[in-house]
C-alpha cells in the first residue's frame, strides 16, 4: 500500500537557522498539506497545496514560512529563520480528488535551540 | 470560534469491552467528520469518515455516529484488544465552503488492559 514519506525523521537546528522539511505524498494525489503538533496539544492546520499553489492557509503560516513542489514528487515546507517555538512535529499529508480523506505521513519532529 | 472537545483526555477499559469516545463541537457546520489513530511519535491513520447526510458508518469492529442536531460524534470499538491502546482523533472537514483543512480535537487515549 502507497505511503506518505518524510525526511528527516528528527532535525536539530539553532534558532535563526532555515530548515526545509521534505515529503514524497502518494503519487496519484492531488492536494497536499503540511500540519504541526506542538509536544502535547492538538494537529494544527499550517497550508494547503493545489495546482502549484497554496489553496488556503492558517493564521499560524506566516512569512517565515513556504511551500514548494519542486519537482512531480516532492512537497517541501521551508521555514526561514527558526523560532524556540517552531519546535514541533511537523507532518505532511495528501488527499485525492475530493479532497475528504488525508492520509498523514510520519511526521519530522523539529527541535530548535 | 469554533471549538472541538473530545469528552476525555484518556480512558482505561478492559479487553473485551466496548469503547466508546466522544467528539463535540460548537460554531462549526462540518461537511463531514473524520476519526484518526495516533499512536506516540507517529502521524495519525484514518480511520472512518461519516459525511454530515450519514448517520452511522461501520468498518469492521469500529463504529461511528454522527449527529449534526446535537453536534456530537461517537465512536466505538467493540471486542476492544490492547493493540487498540492509542490516541484517538475526530477531525472536521468543511468543504461545503471550498476548504480542505482539517480541524482536529485534541483527541482521547485510550489504553485497553488484557
Known amino acids: 500500500e502507497p505511503e506518505v514519506t518524510q525526511t528527516p525523521s528528527h532535525q536539530v537546528t539553532q534558532m535563526g537557522q532555515e530548515v526545509i522539511l521534505r515529503c514524497v505524498p502518494i503519487?496519484?494525489?492531488?492536494?497536499f498539506y503540511w500540519y504541526r503538533q506542538i509536544l502535547g496539544q492538538k494537529v494544527e492546520f499550517l497550508v494547503s497545496?493545489?495546482?502549484?499553489?497554496?489553496?488556503?492557509k492558517s493564521e499560524i503560516f506566516d512569512d517565515q514560512f513556504s511551500v514548494e513542489r519542486p519537482d512531480g514528487s516532492n512537497f517541501t515546507l521551508k521555514i526561514r529563520s527558526t523560532k524556540l517555538e517552531d519546535s514541533a512535529m511537523y507532518f505532511c499529508?495528501?488527499?485525492?480528488?475530493?479532497?475528504?480523506?488525508?492520509?498523514f505521513g510520519p511526521g519530522t519532529r523539529l527541535l530548535v535551540l | 470560534s469554533q471549538k472541538i472537545e473530545q469528552n476525555s483526555e484518556a480512558l482505561n477499559i478492559q479487553e473485551g469491552k466496548t469503547a466508546t469516545l466522544t467528539c463535540n463541537y460548537t460554531n462549526y457546520s462540518p461537511a463531514y467528520l473524520q476519526w484518526y489513530r495516533q499512536d506516540p511519535g507517529r502521524g495519525p491513520v484514518f480511520l472512518l469518515l461519516?459525511?454530515?447526510?450519514?448517520k452511522e458508518k461501520r468498518k469492521e469492529r469500529l463504529k461511528v455516529t454522527f449527529d449534526t442536531t446535537l453536534k456530537q460524534s461517537l465512536f466505538h470499538i467493540t471486542a476492544s484488544q490492547p493493540a487498540d491502546s492509542a490516541t484517538y482523533l475526530c477531525?472536521?472537514?468543511?468543504?461545503?465552503?471550498?476548504?480542505?483543512?482539517?480541524?482536529f480535537g485534541s483527541g482521547t487515549r485510550l489504553q485497553v488492559q488484557p
Open positions: 461519516i459525511r454530515e447526510n450519514e
Open positions: 503519487s496519484n494525489h492531488l492536494y
Open positions: 499529508a495528501g488527499s485525492g480528488a475530493y479532497g475528504e480523506t488525508q492520509y
Open positions: 477531525a472536521l472537514g468543511a468543504m461545503d465552503t471550498g476548504r480542505r483543512a482539517l480541524t
Open positions: 497545496f493545489y495546482n502549484n499553489e497554496i489553496s488556503e
